[in-house]
């Protein structure tokens, strides 16, 4: 095989390659959410726009325009986003604070539940997903004291765009280290 002949094969290749992901996108095999047991997809009028295809005269971007879009009917076991941040007694965010999350309530032996341990990021914030139940934040950071929270997660049934990266509902959480 002449050299141009292989340059030529490997060009292609390479293109090919390239588009795969567009190709990909395009047959509905990449770009979508997660389901979780007890989800359901569902094509339903857009609920961003209301199904007019525009939001603010901008075309929307749930629907790309079409007034009906691919939604996520949660289902109980579905998590959410828990978004935390870490205050130090004075109120200015905590970088590098250390979080522990426990399945929790008064149940006993609580105490040998599994933690899982996070770190803030430079803005004093943490992210976990956790499916519904109860669970203890702990947030400490050494000189500025301690914070312990239970926090239940109950389940949001509110239908999510099934075409954005992220597809859980938020819960927000601050922590006052004392």
């Given amino acids: 095989m002449k050299f141009a002949t292989k340059q030529r ?12 992901p567009t190709i990909l996108y395009s047959a509905g095999m990449l770009g979508r959410a997660p389901l ?23 075309k929307c971007d749930t629907c790309r325009g079409r007034g009906v879009a691919e939604f996520i009917v949660p289902g109980p076991n579905r998590p ?6 870490v205050y ?13 999350v426990r399945e929790g309530g008064d149940t006993a032996g609580q105490e ?6 996070y770190v803030t990021n430079d803005d004093g914030q ?8 109860e669970y203890v934040i702990k947030a400490q950071a050494e000189g500025n004291g301690v914070a312990e929270e239970q926090v239940v997660v109950t389940q949001v ?4 765009p099934a075409t954005k990266l992220e ?9 006052r280290l004392q």
């Fill in 80 to 85: 959410l986003q828990l978004v935390g941040t």
């Fill in 112 to 117: 040998e539940s599994l933690e899982l341990l």
């Fill in 167 to 175: 597809t859980l509902h938020r819960l927000e959480k601050e922590f």
């Fill in 157 to 160: 049934a509110d239908p999510l």
């Fill in 88 to 100: 130090s007694p004075s109120g200015e965010t905590i970088k590098g604070a250390e979080i522990a």
């Fill in 126 to 133: 943490f992210g976990v997903k956790l499916p519904p139940g």
């Fill in 9 to 20: 094969l490997l060009l292609g290749i390479a293109v090919l390659l390239m588009f795969t």
């Fill in 36 to 58: 979780y047991e007890g989800d359901v997809r569902k094509e339903m009028t857009c609920l961003t726009c209301g199904g007019f295809g525009k939001v603010d005269e901008e």
